[in-house]
């Protein structure tokens, strides 16, 4: 299944193919990927390796999968977006980003968590969740500017939720 790239102001989701995210977790780019300084960092190579588990397990995830966040003015990759995989019993998918410490405070996480809520709501999901670490308020801030707000709180993590 070919899943195209989502376009936004400023950005380009790319969607991880298994070759791409199987070179994210070795950390060797290919000729031609463009990675920007620090990419992939753990968190992509984490998503990747989920990405690579669900594709084992269940085949391709469709829309519900790893993108790449890539500036649309160069094609330079500064992150990665995505779900932890397809909805679940009731309909809700959980999502994750991180970027390259140079591409932050740029809002782009904001700008590309948007598109991915816009995806899933396409996709026909109930809600969306993520969460954050309580000593993360950057993030805090990304999910609430893209409409998911806070809905719980523990002794760890900040929980954010939209529903459709």
Known sequence: MKIESVATERLLLHP?????AERVVAREAAPGDAWGEGYPGDGDVRSANGFLRGVAERGDPG?????AIRLAESGVTVGGIGFHGPPDEIGVVTVGYGL????????YATEALRALIEIARRAGVSGVKGDADLGNPASHRVMEAAGMPCVAEDEQLRHFYLGF
């Open 63 to 67: 829309v519900f999968r790893v993108y």
């Open 100 to 107: 390259v410490p140079a591409a932050r405070g740029n809002r």
């Open 16 to 20: 991880l193919t298994v070759a791409e």
